[in-house]
């Protein structure tokens, strides 16, 4: 409050000077106009004698006049609206990113003061968006922290009975280890999500065989497509080399494999191509799953979004939302095309030059 208080008497001592400046200023152009007038007249002495004192009290009332009309166009035009951007900027600071500033016709259109005043509302918008997602981030986490590790404790409770059989406690056992894997797994997906979203982590480039890296990469969920009787008609184009971040991608194609492999029913059929088309060498994963709605795919690259709950304890929506900020990082492009009832295909798009 007391460096408040500060700032508005000097604003009110600054104010106050300036004003003292233009009106010393407006008295002596006026005067040295009278006087350089007069230069060189006829006027006897006694003439200008007996009228200075009218002529010098118009020049006071004058210059007093057009001070005040300075002073009320700068409150009004300056003073005012510099109140409003400093009331915005506290407002800002203290947290309420809500706060806007409304201006009035009295500020020209194209101003400083204008683009000023509407990139301060946008900031505070933005800070707004910001907290919105950093709470709902927040509120997620929680929520996704807290079913395993309930999961988890309940079991652990259960361990402890004595009359429990090999059977059973080989089964809670197992609950337990499945749950860790599954919290691991998120806990690395938030840490890979932070280090991406503050470029923390930056691709290294490097030249190999995309279907060479396509194989390898499926030869991992091979238990997966056997235990599911999935049938897999993989078509790769041998000769296309790119120039791209192989962990990165890594990470984007086995998300993407792991859900075509999870969303298809047993006995269902998963497509895996890819081509060189121009400048791009495309990659297309298909599979014969529940496909998703219109609505779904507008979401379906945002954090914790889950369009299937029924499959909810075999993910925690950060999947995607991790696969979107990569493709984003190595300046690739992706798409989906699905169909409920169908399947969904994801289209993987990587510059090869």
């Not at 652990?156 to 089964?171: G, K, P, V």
């Not at 749950?179 to 999500?193: D, G, M, P, R, Y």
Request: glycine letters at 4%.
């Amino acid at each position: 409050m007391s460096k408040n208080n500060n700032f508005k008497k000097q604003k009110f001592l600054f104010s106050l000077m300036s004003y003292i400046f233009i009106f010393i200023g407006i008295s002596f152009i006026l005067t040295c106009s009278i006087i350089l007038f007069l230069y060189d007249s006829p006027l006897t002495e006694e003439f200008i004698r007996s009228r200075a004192p009218r002529t010098f009290s118009n020049v006071f009332i004058l210059s007093f006049i057009f001070t005040c009309i300075v002073m009320i166009i700068k409150y009004y035009f300056f003073d005012k609206q510099i109140d409003l951007i400093k009331n915005a900027t506290d407002e800002i600071n203290k947290g309420n990113y809500t706060y806007k500033i409304y201006t009035d016709s009295k500020i020209q259109k194209n101003s400083d003061l204008e683009y000023i005043i509407e990139n301060i509302n946008k900031i505070s918008e933005q800070f707004s968006d910001l907290e919105n997602l950093q709470n709902s981030f927040l509120s997620n986490v929680s929520h996704e922290l807290k079913t395993p590790l309930t999961v988890i404790k309940n079991y652990a409770n259960l361990l402890e009975n004595e009359n429990l059989n090999s059977e059973e406690r080989n089964t809670y056992c197992k609950i337990i280890s499945d749950t860790i894997s599954k919290l691991n797994s998120l806990v690395e997906n938030i840490l890979k999500l932070n280090k991406l979203e503050n470029k923390k982590i930056l691709p290294k480039y490097s030249k190999f065989n995309l279907a060479d890296f396509l194989g390898q990469t499926l030869l991992t969920f091979e238990q997966i497509w056997e235990e599911k009787n999935i049938l897999l008609d993989v078509n790769l184009d041998e000769n296309i080399f790119i120039n791209t971040d192989k962990t990165l991608l890594e990470i984007v194609c086995n998300n993407i494999i792991s859900n075509a492999l999870k969303f298809t029913e047993p006995n269902g059929k998963v497509f895996i191509s890819c081509y060189k088309d121009e400048s791009y060498a495309s990659i297309y994963i298909q599979d014969t799953g529940c496909g998703i709605s219109n609505e779904t795919g507008k979401h379906i690259f945002e954090k914790f979004y889950q369009g299937d709950t029924s499959h909810k304890e075999q993910g925690n929506g950060l999947g995607l939302a991790l696969v979107k900020r990569i493709i984003d990082v190595l300046g690739a492009e992706i798409a989906i095309k699905s169909e409920v009832g169908v399947g969904s295909t994801f289209i993987i798009k990587i510059n090869t030059k």
